[in-house]
Each structure stands twice: as C-alpha cells, then as structure tokens.
C-alpha cells in the first residue's frame, strides 16, 4: 500500500546527542514537509521541500537540519543545538505545492530527551 | 503574518452535534481544510473547502465558510465515541507553500 513510513515511532536521546529521523513515501509526490507538535501548540512547520535537491526553512528551523538526495526519501536531523526537542514529529507530502494543497501524514516520532 | 486560531476544546454527549470555529487571518487563502488527529498518530485530511464557497456538506460533516469575517466552522451531526479526536483547521500560507495550523480543539464525547 501507499504511504508515509516515519522512524521510529519512539526515540530518547541524551542531551548533547544529534538523532535522525527517517521519513519515507511511495506516493511518488514532489513535496515534504516536517512539523513538530507539541501539547496546546498546534503544528508548526520544521522544513519543507518542493523537489529533490532543494529545501526551504519553516517557521522553526533553527537547530534542524534535512536531506532531499531522493524524491522518497525527507530525513530530518535534530541536532545539540536545539533546545527544547522533546516533542512529536510528524512528516508529510504533498503530490503538487498547488492544487489542492492537501498534505498526507505519516504517524508521527515522538522523541524524548533525557 | 498568517495565523489560525481555535478554541481548544469542546465536550459533547454522544449524539449530539459538534461545532467546531475556527477563524484565519489570510483571506487569499484558496482552500481551507479540517484535519482530526486520533491519540499518538498522524493527521487525517476530513475535509476541505474552496473559498468560493460558502458550505459544503459530505455525509455526517457540514463546513461553513464566512469570508467577510473569515470564519470557518465544522459540524458533525449524531457525534458518536469514535470521534472523540483532534481537529485542526488550516490554511495555506501566503507562498502557497505550505499549511499552516490552529492549535487544535480537543473534542471528547462522552455516552
């Protein structure tokens, strides 16, 4: 079946460490997007990407980094210098940036630092 | 700069119906989605609505659209347990980039 594999579901990290997510989609779409949710706060957008090669800072890039090497494949990097990562991330993509605009979810990386 | 807010919560009984509001600040804004999020997964697309239209009904979900007060709400007509949920309301950003999130209301349906 189709769809956005996100891994792993549950991570916990030591301060100071940088940890990788992965995301995955065979719905052959040109774009994807991270967010990070936390509680009360909503969704707001990490990094985005329209095409393979290319991506553009969100509203909180600042202490992420991400990869666009293949159109599938979105990992994000959560590095030392983010100060508050313990949160739940959620990538997605999108067939076209116009259009509809509807976005299709992974389930999510909830990621817990010690 | 775009912003999209909710109230947080809502409680019902089962069988009632649920309103959820949302209001959006970019009035460009071509559709205007709701999104529910089931506890620890990801976001499902519910519905959406082109702005060109005031409502738009599909089986037990009503969305209406006020864009003279940029005003957006979903109901969901004989509310049952399993849609005790998250729901998001959303908006493309000005780029027609990316979307853009309410905060979300908890909705919780109590038998």
């Known amino acids: 079946d189709g769809g956005i594999t996100q891994s792993p579901k549950y991570l916990f990290r030591k301060e100071g460490q940088n940890v990788t997510l992965s995301c995955e989609q065979n719905l052959n779409h040109d774009a994807m997007y991270w967010y990070r949710q936390d509680p009360g706060q909503g969704l707001r957008l990490i990094y985005y990407s329209q095409i393979v090669n290319d991506f553009q800072k969100g509203d909180i890039a600042e202490g992420y980094s991400v990869s666009r090497e293949k159109k599938e494949s979105f990992p994000l990097t959560v590095t030392s210098a983010q100060k508050n990562p313990t949160a739940f991330y959620l990538c997605?993509?999108?067939?076209?940036?116009?259009?509809?605009?509807?976005?299709?979810f992974g389930e999510g990386s909830r990621l817990t630092v010690l | 700069g775009e912003d999209v807010e909710q109230s947080l919560f809502l409680s019902v009984r089962e069988g009632d119906s649920s309103v959820i509001n949302c209001t959006y600040t970019?009035?460009?804004?071509?559709?205007l989605y709701w999104y529910k999020q089931e506890p620890g997964a990801g976001l499902q697309l519910l519905t959406y609505?082109?702005?060109?239209?005031d409502m738009k009904q599909d089986q037990r979900l009503t969305v209406l659209l006020n864009k003279k007060d940029k005003h957006l709400s979903l109901r969901i007509a004989d509310t049952q347990t399993g849609d005790s949920a998250i729901y998001f309301c959303a908006e493309i950003n000005q780029a027609g980039t990316a979307l853009i999130f309410g905060k979300g209301t908890t909705l919780s349906v109590s038998s």
């Open positions: 997605a993509s999108s067939p076209q940036i116009t259009g509809t605009g509807e976005l299709f």
């Open positions: 970019d009035s460009s804004s071509t559709y």
């Open positions: 609505i082109f702005s060109n239209m």
